[in-house]
């Protein structure tokens, strides 16, 4: 009889295990005002989690205007200037801290995804309780495209050494989602990052849970088991 497979956790960042979407919803609030640049907050928080590329191009669209690569280069470091302001005070979502230790004690495959660089998610890795010379942590400069391409759950759980097809890809948004799919992994949503659950499941998600406490007290209908 052919083993079973062990299912792995490949897990976004911001909004799925720490409560940081609206820090940056504000933070990229405020670096767009430096440049004179009015955008409501919700249409900022429709666009967290997707690259920083198709972030400016969805920005362009919405404000009539181009950014140069001098403008882009300001808006991200006054968005790390601002963000770094609050993320100190950044908070773990319920359950998350137990959630990790659980795949951890259990010998379960569990990295980290983040569109975000090294520059504003160190900091909040390190709240979190993660430690970096132990655990998988993909950032944004370590690959190509950020999501909705895949590269950044590829890269993990390559890095994991785990197969895609048998990860469960956990995030809070569509680009998420659409990263999961088109990586073949198996998308689970949370709703700790503002999105509905009917918006998780058309992009991708199989299964949506609250937040890291409510897929935990869950983790046997994913898979999460010895």
Not at 125 to 134: A, F, T
Not at 205 to 215: C, E, H, S
């Amino acid at each position: 009889m052919k083993a079973r497979q062990q299912t792995s956790f490949l897990f976004d960042l911001d909004g799925t295990l720490v409560d940081s979407v609206y820090d940056h919803v504000i933070a990229w609030h405020y670096a767009l005002m430096e440049e004179g640049i009015e955008v409501s907050l919700w249409r900022l928080h429709r666009k967290i989690g997707m690259s920083g590329g198709l972030f400016a191009k969805a920005l362009a669209r919405e404000t009539g205007r181009d950014f140069d690569e001098a403008t882009l280069n300001r808006l991200r470091q006054s968005h790390a200037r601002h963000y770094g302001q609050v993320s100190k005070q950044t908070r773990p979502l319920p359950g998350a801290r137990e959630l990790l230790k659980y795949l951890s004690d259990n010998d379960i495959p569990w990295a980290i995804a983040t569109s975000g660089r090294m520059e504003t998610a160190g900091p909040v890795l390190e709240i979190l309780g993660v430690n970096l010379k132990k655990t998988v942590v993909i950032t944004r400069d370590l690959v190509r495209y950020a999501k909705p391409d895949p590269d950044l759950f590829l890269a993990a759980a390559e890095k994991l050494g785990v197969s895609i097809e048998t990860s469960c890809v956990v995030g809070n948004s569509i680009w998420d989602m659409l990263a999961a799919r088109r990586a073949r992994g198996l998308g689970i949503g949370l709703l700790s990052g503002g999105y509905g659950t009917e918006e998780l499941e058309r992009s991708g998600a199989y299964r949506v849970y609250d937040d890291p406490a409510d897929l935990l007290d869950h983790i046997d209908e994913v898979g999460g088991r010895r």
